[in-house]
């Protein structure tokens, strides 16, 4: 099994930063994609931003220009930087990833607990 943990989260002001983390470790024989999704109150969970081992990047149109997801194959993290923060950004935020545990296995896919972020002057 993979786990998965997150961290960064907490309170900022608007047009503030925050850094998210998320680190995977166990049964991991390769790791196919990382990303990030988000859910606010009432709201559907979204995906916010990700990446695979075979495109590039993409995001949601409500956060392109401002937030930036980087991955660190050596450590199985995956890092998401948010910049020019506003309210409506408020949500939980979880990380999720795809994976095999051996060659050709099947895919697996875990969600992180989620990490709060909290927009408010």
């Known amino acids: 099994q993979v786990q998965l943990v997150e961290s960064g989260g907490g309170l900022v002001q608007p047009g503030g930063s925050l850094r998210l983390s998320c680190a995977a470790s166990g049964s991991i024989y390769s790791m196919i994609a990382m990303g990030w999704y988000r859910q606010a109150p009432g709201k559907q969970r979204e995906l916010v931003a990700g990446t695979t081992n075979t495109g590039g990047p993409n995001y949601a149109d409500s956060v392109k220009g401002r937030f930036t997801i980087s991955r660190d194959n050596t450590k199985n993290t995956v890092y998401l930087l948010m910049n020019s923060l506003k309210p409506e950004d408020t949500a939980v935020y979880y990380c999720?990833?795809?994976?095999?545990?051996?060659?050709?296995?099947?895919?697996?896919?875990?969600w992180g607990q989620g990490t709060q972020v909290t927009v408010s002057s």
């Open positions: 999720k990833t795809t994976s095999r545990a051996r060659y050709l296995g099947p895919l697996s896919e875990t």
